[in-house]
């Protein structure tokens, strides 16, 4: 039944062959297949059972039969998915469940036998690194304590940059809450009270962020993003102040779930965790005191696959290899994007306008994203970069640079005329700031594809800067014949952005 991708499918990046993890946690065994083994790896198939295998280990000790059951049949059609796809390299992890209860090594025996591959069951604090190592690998330059909730247990790390300190472990996912405290919400709260008050790293995460990660968790920003009408639904990124996560979260553990507004957009299978994954989040900032609770789709999974990676890869910044792919599957000449990017280097530093470093890493990745939607019909050029843009599976970014991303390149397409007919809460994610270097940036793109008709070479022998107070547009020798009412109509449109005359050097 083994196959291989068709390698004419123009879909399709060569990065390698796809590779797979198979991830059997206390709550759900799931399967990701991703592209390849990258920096910014992308999910070519990606399942999930919720089986409950932790359900009832805290009181038992042992995995309940019907979810093994359910179990080993959700990693029999993996195995047979993986052979479908080509999969040559699989990893398989197991966590708190398995580690746990006493019959966890003989499910792991059958399970091997059901994946033919060895399957390596993570200890409390290797689970917490290779969570580390997923938010570090989906955030640009993180800065605080990353909480991974999942069914069977809480993993705590404390990461900054790169780095990340050794993790610690404790029985606080919702399954073993709901099994510790026979189901009762006021018992699971002075046990979790009691557990996390004695955590002297929560203490440090005090005004910077914590990174939520977990499927639980991830329903509950959902919950929080219908509640609130949160204009863009992409869940990586999502931040929430501290104080207004604490009242939500106070809000969810003490009622019904069922009678919370917007309920049905969280799974059935998920709402009875919602309420404990709610009261350790409420005692996490309750104790740690962060500047803001950020949600990570990242964990564990990506976290493996980036310990994987080489030192020289590691180092790439994952948003612009994104940015990178996309413009090589998308743009006329993925060339012109990267020319883009130094040509633009010029006129922003003649410019007089101050570019912090996130900015110019923004200003770099809608470079590469300017022409992915040239496909589409011209009067919907822009709504529709605009839409792949903000809902793109990006990482390392937040949600005010995916605004700031998608308007630039709408702005490249539409001009400024048709402000009007962008939402106005999208808008919103971007600060003033950053709407006018949109503009700008936009403005700047209009103008250098009528020059360049999007083919390469033309831009390197056509620089734009700023000399002598005057934004000068150089077309020398034969470039000079691309001169023309429309390359000064878009020339004089950036100039009075900037307050600058235009001008443009022939010959």
């Not at 709550?27 to 932790?54: D, H, I, M, Q």
């Not at 979790?192 to 005004?207: A, F, G, I, Q, Y």
């Not at 390392?396 to 308007?407: C, E, K, Q, W």
């Not at 939402?423 to 919103?428: N, T």
Request: one cysteine or more; hydrophobic letters at 45%; a positive charge.
């Amino acid at each position: 039944m083994s196959r291989s991708a068709n390698p004419d499918a123009k879909g399709r990046l060569d990065q390698g062959p796809p590779v797979a993890v198979i991830d059997i946690g206390s709550n759900s065994v799931r399967l990701v297949v991703y592209e390849g083994l990258t920096r910014s790896p992308t999910a070519l198939f990606n399942e999930k059972a919720l089986c409950g295998l932790g359900r009832e280990v805290q009181t038992t000790g042992l995995l309940a039969v019907d979810a093994v059951e359910q179990a080993l049949a959700s990693l029999k059609r993996y195995r047979a998915l993986c052979d479908t796809i080509g999969i040559k390299k699989i990893w398989a992890i197991a966590t708190a469940a398995c580690r746990d209860a006493k019959n966890g090594p003989g499910f792991i025996e059958l399970a091997e036998r059901t994946l033919k591959i060895k399957i390596d069951v993570l200890s409390g604090a290797r689970e917490a690194e290779l969570t580390a190592f997923g938010v570090i690998s989906g955030v640009h330059h993180a800065d605080g304590v990353v909480g991974d909730l999942g069914g069977g247990s809480l993993e705590l790390v404390d990461v900054h940059g790169i780095h990340a300190k050794r993790g610690l472990t404790r029985p606080l996912g919702g399954l073993a809450l709901a099994d510790i405290s026979a189901k009762s919400i006021k018992k699971a709260e002075k046990f979790v009270k009691n557990t996390l008050s004695e955590l002297p790293m929560l203490r440090d995460c005090k005004d910077r962020n914590f990174y939520a990660v977990g499927g639980t968790w991830r329903a509950l920003a959902r919950l929080h993003m219908w509640q609130t009408g949160y204009p863009l639904h992409v869940m990586h990124g999502y931040a929430i102040p501290a104080a207004e996560a604490l009242e939500f979260a106070r809000l969810v553990h003490r009622v019904d779930v069922e009678t919370l507004s917007n309920i049905e957009v969280v799974a059935n299978a998920r709402r009875p965790l919602l309420a404990y994954a709610a009261l350790v989040l409420e005692y996490v900032l309750r104790i740690g005191k962060p500047r803001q609770v950020t949600f990570s789709a990242l964990g564990v999974r990506e976290g493996l696959l980036y310990s994987l990676l080489k030192d020289k890869d590691k180092k790439k910044d994952a948003l612009i290899e994104a940015a990178r792919d996309l413009n090589q599957l998308r743009s006329r000449s993925p060339q012109h994007g990267e020319e883009l990017i130094f040509w633009t280097d010029r006129f922003m530093t003649s410019s007089g306008l101050d570019e912090t470093p996130e900015e110019r890493r923004l200003r770099h990745a809608a470079c590469l994203l300017a022409d992915i939607g040239w496909r589409a019909h011209p009067d919907y050029r822009g709504e529709q970069s605009l839409n792949i843009i903000a809902h793109a599976g990006f990482s390392a970014i937040d949600h005010a640079g995916r605004a700031y991303l998608a308007l630039a390149v709408f702005y490249r397409h539409v001009g400024l005329v048709m402000d009007d007919e962008l939402s106005p809460r999208l808008r919103e994610l971007a600060s003033t700031r950053m709407l006018d270097r949109a503009r700008v940036l936009g403005a700047a793109l209009r103008l250098a594809y009528v020059v360049t008709a999007a083919m390469p070479g033309v831009l390197p022998q056509t620089p734009l800067a700023v000399e002598r107070q005057r934004l000068a547009l150089h077309l020398p020798g034969e470039f000079a014949a691309l001169a023309g009412e429309r390359v000064s109509t878009r020339l004089r449109s950036l100039a009075r952005l900037i307050g600058r005359e235009p001008v443009m050097l022939l010959g």
